[in-house]
């Protein structure tokens, strides 16, 4: 059943080479000629292929008569899948990873690596932003929520609400107070890196340019306004 062919009267499953794919790419292993131990490909008769186990040992009758063999085939196909699987998100995650250490390296924008209660990471656009030196972040010195004016907490607390119900947490205004007091109008986004325990990544962008330009545009409408 495991290799797809129908069992009967005088039928049997053929050796492991008759329709396998061990040879040199399966895995095997002998003990003083007793044991046998490979792992090897079989091609059923639908086309697929399944992954097997061969275990064998030898019974010896002490008389000079050829020995016979015993044993047991397990499969192992859903454990070879699994290992394929888990070496592909490996391969996955560290391209990601790379991608996330590229774009925080840049400085382009402010990143950081945040938990409930913690700055974990920070890129030092943040960093500057917030005026906080590499040394204080790293002494685990940055909390989110106190460089947040308390004015801000219940939508803080409502936006994390959403980040751990869907995963992701739309871009929303916000202010950070950097440690001299001024506040720096930023716009924050996120998403869900890890659940437990919960971790997440967020994009931190300085919008007081934006600012800065709208009270411009405003004056500048004034000042044409009494003309």
């Known amino acids: 059943r495991a290799v797809g062919w129908a069992g009967g009267a005088g039928s049997c499953v053929g050796r492991p080479g008759a329709r396998g794919l061990g040879g ?32 064998r040992t030898a019974l010896r009758p002490g008389n000079g008569a050829a ?3 015993v044993g047991a085939i397990t499969d192992v196909t859903e454990r070879r899948e699994a290992e394929a699987n888990r070496e592909r998100l490996l391969r996955e995650l ?62 803080d607390a409502g936006r994390l609400r959403e980040l751990i119900a869907t995963g992701v947490c739309a871009p929303y205004e916000k202010c950070y107070q950097r440690r001299d007091g001024v506040r720096v109008p930023v716009l924050v986004g996120g998403v869900v890196v890890k659940r437990e325990p919960l971790e997440w990544i967020c994009f931190v962008l300085d919008d007081s340019g ?18």
Do not use: C, K
Not at 35 to 44: K, N, P, S
């Open 94 to 155: 560290q391209v990601s990873d790379a991608r996330f250490r590229a774009l925080s390296d840049s400085n382009v924008i402010g990143i950081i690596l945040a938990s409930p209660t913690e700055i974990l990471e920070a890129n030092d656009a943040f960093l500057h932003l917030v005026g906080f030196s590499r040394e204080e972040a790293s002494a685990g010195h940055l909390s989110w929520n106190e460089l947040t004016p308390l004015e801000f907490a219940e939508l």
């Open 210 to 227: 934006r600012g800065e330009a709208l009270t411009a545009l405003r004056e500048s409408e004034s000042r044409f306004r009494t003309v």
């Open 24 to 55: 040199a790419g399966g895995r095997d292993a002998r003990d003083a000629a007793d044991r046998f131990l490979q792992e090897y490909g079989v091609i059923r008769q639908d086309g697929s292929v399944r992954h097997g186990m061969d275990r």
């Open 67 to 69: 020995p016979r063999w």
